[in-house]
């Protein structure tokens, strides 16, 4: 007998694929927290019924939440990570010889465990010495933080429950405090197809909080719709004139020439943030 999962990506569509097998289903403090490992796209983390990342398209995100602002910014020295339990920003990050210290801020320590379990290949460079780990939740970290760093990357969930407030104008505020003053923030902000008015109330948050602000796309099949936005506060340094001098060589999705083309918008995603 076949075994399906299914997302309900919005009331009447989805992404559906076969099971080899649930490795683990749990209910966390915060969220209902699954490891599937499915035919397609190989094991799959799953929370609250919502795919975060799968085996096989895992690098096309978290290559472009780090590799476009680390490549921005000349020497990204510090770097906080909101959400992004599973590790696979924090690996990616971690490719970089100039920075000094990561902090992961995750608000489950469950998402974490189940990542290091079950997600090798995501979560092994959380045990890198330049790695600290606070299971907290982000938005009260960002308020508190006491040293001001050169990058904050916003790998949450969507904006539902903890995650909520990280999409918020406050919370924008208080990154660009966090941030030195040529730092850079990345959020991850969901689907132009599916979340076009999230997008289109998100962009004018960050652009209120910083100088410029920047969308770019990717590609990601297991996300809703398949195409993927992601928004830049930057304090100085434009990513169409990117200054780093480091750029990754073991990556299968970003390229200069990615970086670039990534910013150049379908006419139907600019009219969401003009
Ligand atoms: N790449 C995924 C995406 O784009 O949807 C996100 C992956 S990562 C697993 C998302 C993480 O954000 C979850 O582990 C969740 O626990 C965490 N999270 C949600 N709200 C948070 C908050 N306020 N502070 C810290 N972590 C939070």
New binding site residues.
Partial sequence: MELWYTEKQTPNAGLTCTVKKTLLRCQ?K??ELAVVDTFQFGRM?V?DG????TAMD?FV??EM?VHVPMFTHPSPRNVVV?????G??VREICKYPSVERVVL????AQ??EA?RRFLPELSYCLDDPRVEIHY??????IHSLDEFCDLIIV????PV??????FDAPFYRAVFKALKKDGILVA?T?SPFYNAELIRSVFPRIKGAFPAAYLYLAS?PT?PSGL?SFTMGSKRYDPLSPQGTFSPGNTRYYRPEVHRASFVLPRFVQELIE
């Fill in positions: 966390t915060y969220q983390l929370l919502m795919v975060q990342t895992e995100y978290h939440i909101i959400g992004g339990g599973d696979g920003t801020v995750e608000i489950d998402v974490v990542a907290t939740d982000g938005i009260e970290y790998d949450s969930t969507e429950g903890p995650a909520i407030g990280l991850q969901e990601v996300y993927w």
